[in-house]
T-cell receptor, first 115, second 114 residues
């Protein structure tokens, strides 16, 4: 069982829909990440939250909107997505921001399909 | 700047034979290095990590890796492959003193034949 929980596991949405992805961890980690992963590719970093504040945005289109309501929860709000946004979206956490020697803990992801 | 190169996109072995997945890194600072495994439709799971302690690192499921600074390598090995080892493996580098954001290799797909 993973310690980072992502819901839903699968999501199919049209290009005009609004939906949200949810990520939860109860390990007391203060850094949280969103990644996008296409098939047979490594994860691509989208956003980093440090102590509930957005610290890195890797030039992600505004149709993706992250939110960190508290230290355990991370959301990714989706609106007007494009077919090329279909991918596996992974959430990860690590103990402290800025500590390169700490591993990331990953959820199992949300498989997103855009019709 | 940091980068990581996984030299093989696919490695094919027979069950019971040794596994070698190769990784070379580049780093301007002292690196931390990680190997993660990803099974189909799953997230990434940490296999092992190097953070400047012992250069031979033992991980879960019988995997180990050796940090070789002179060769800038961090190859992953296992003495005997099991069918359940079939998965995608990622080598990851993160610099201490530089950007702490990890850089992922392209991944190596391990195929295990019965």
């Amino acid at each position: 069982d993973t310690e980072v929980t992502q819901t839903p596991k699968h999501l199919v949405m049209g290009m005009t829909n609004k939906k949200s992805l949810k990520c939860e961890q109860h390990m007391g980690h203060r850094a949280m990440y969103w990644y996008k992963q296409k098939a047979k590719k490594p994860p691509e970093l989208m956003f980093v939250y440090s102590y509930e504040k957005l610290s890195i945005n890797e030039s992600v289109p505004s149709r993706f909107s992250p939110e960190c309501p508290n230290s355990s929860l991370l959301n990714l709000h989706l609106h007007a997505l494009q077919p090329e946004d279909s991918a596996l979206y992974l959430c990860a956490s690590s103990q402290e921001p800025g500590m390169s020697n700490q591993p990331q803990h990953f959820g199992d992801g949300t498989r997103l399909s855009i019709l | 700047a940091q980068s990581v190169t996984q030299l093989d996109s696919h490695v094919s072995v027979s069950e019971g034979t040794p596994v070698l997945l190769r990784c070379n890194y580049s780093s301007s600072y002292s690196p931390s290095l990680f190997w993660y495994v990803q099974h189909p439709n799953k997230g990434l799971q940490l296999l092992l990590k190097y953070t400047s302690a012992a250069t031979l690192v033992k991980g879960i499921n019988g995997f180990e890796a050796e940090f070789k600074k002179s060769e800038t390598s961090f190859h992953l090995t296992k003495p005997s492959a099991h069918m359940s080892d079939a998965a995608e493996y990622f080598c990851v580098v993160a610099e201490r003193g530089g950007s702490y954001i990890p850089t992922f290799g392209r991944g190596t797909s391990l195929i295990v034949h019965p």
